[in-house]
């Protein structure tokens, strides 16, 4: 009994970790827009790897604001909640309140059960940069990175990567700052957030929300700290919209360089 225990959980994780070595969308940070992304792409039928370093995925969702556990979320993003079936209230004019604890589980559950693989206690600590494009991840376990241990990683391949890290937008941190190269941003680099005004940020998020680089997208709070917004506090709407975005921008990059290989009219690198 034992033994079927562990070598069915190390059989199963490992043929999960395997068979995600090559991905069409990978995406890193689970908070609500990577989620949200995750869940749209699954759902097209890509095949998609998300990785978050912390133990259960949902970012700063769960904490609603200053631990009072509720967000708001504006009427232009209720299709998504209405779509994952996620419960809100009426509050005033077109704000409505959600509970977050009931939106981050939700949320993790739709984009899992939409066939996008998670992988929780994983961060990235760099991108694989072939021919000036992103073309994958390196991996490593959280608790390597938190020790402080000299642990080198491992490699995911993806067609695409979402920066859906947040405020601090790590990855497009790391491409723009070990690869000389000029970021699709008003400056060429990354610009770092603004601080708080709600109206402007939920607009320039999805704004924001667009491929920086070959092979790089960002979304979420990572979108606005690439190109220099505002950041806006506990209000949902941008997040989800963000998340729905990028998936439909990586959806539609995808099938065009599938079309171009097809015809072989250019040689491109998938
Ligand atoms: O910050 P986060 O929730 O991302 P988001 O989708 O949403 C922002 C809102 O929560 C909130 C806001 C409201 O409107 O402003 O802040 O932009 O989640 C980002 C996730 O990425 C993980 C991190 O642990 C968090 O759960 N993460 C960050 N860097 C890495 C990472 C990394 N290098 N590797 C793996 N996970």
């Known amino acids: 009994m034992e033994?079927?225990?562990?070598?069915?959980?190390?059989?199963?994780?490992?043929?999960?970790?395997?068979?995600?070595?090559?991905v069409d969308v990978a995406i890193v940070g689970g908070g609500?827009?990577?989620l949200?992304?995750?869940?749209?792409?699954?759902?097209?039928?890509?095949?998609?790897a998300l990785y978050e370093r912390k133990l259960a995925p949902g970012g700063g969702m769960w904490g609603g604001a200053m631990m009072f556990n509720e967000i708001m979320v504006q009427k232009d993003a209720l299709h998504i909640l209405d779509e994952m079936t996620i419960d809100y209230?009426?509050?005033?004019?077109?704000?409505?309140?959600?509970?977050?604890?009931?939106?981050?589980?939700?949320?993790?559950?739709f984009a899992t059960k939409a066939g996008a693989?998670?992988?929780?206690?994983?961060?990235?600590?760099?991108?694989?940069?072939?021919?000036?494009?992103?073309?994958?991840?390196?991996?490593?376990?959280?608790p390597v990175h938190r020790e402080g241990m000299h642990v080198d990683p491992l490699i995911v391949m993806a067609r695409a990567v979402i920066d859906g890290t947040g405020h601090d937008c790590e990855i497009v941190h790391t491409v723009a700052g070990k690869n000389d190269i000029k970021l699709n941003t008003p400056s060429g680099g990354v610009m770092g957030e603004r601080s708080l005004s709600v109206e402007e940020a939920e607009r320039t998020t999805i704004e924001n929300t667009k491929e920086v680089f070959p092979g790089l997208f960002v979304s979420g709070?990572?979108?606005?700290?690439?190109?220099?917004?505002?950041?806006?506090?506990?209000?949902?709407?941008?997040?989800?919209?963000?998340?729905?975005?990028?998936?439909?921008?990586?959806?539609?990059?995808?099938s065009a360089m599938e079309k171009v290989v097809e015809t072989g009219k250019r040689k491109v690198e998938v």
């Open 221 to 254: 709070m990572a979108a606005n700290g690439t190109s220099g917004s505002y950041r806006m506090g506990p209000i949902f709407g941008g997040m989800l919209l963000s998340g729905e975005k990028v998936a439909r921008l990586i959806i539609k990059r995808l």
């Open 3 to 22: 033994q079927i225990v562990s070598s069915g959980i190390i059989d199963s994780y490992f043929s999960k970790l395997k068979e995600n070595l090559s």
């Open 117 to 142: 693989r998670i992988f929780n206690c994983t961060s990235i600590e760099d991108v694989v940069f072939h021919n000036n494009k992103v073309s994958g991840l390196v991996i490593n376990w959280a």
């Open 32 to 34: 609500p827009s990577g």
């Open 36 to 48: 949200i992304a995750a869940y749209y792409l699954a759902k097209a039928g890509k095949k998609v």
């Open 89 to 109: 209230k009426h509050y005033r004019d077109d704000y409505y309140t959600v509970d977050s604890v009931h939106a981050s589980s939700a949320l993790t559950y």
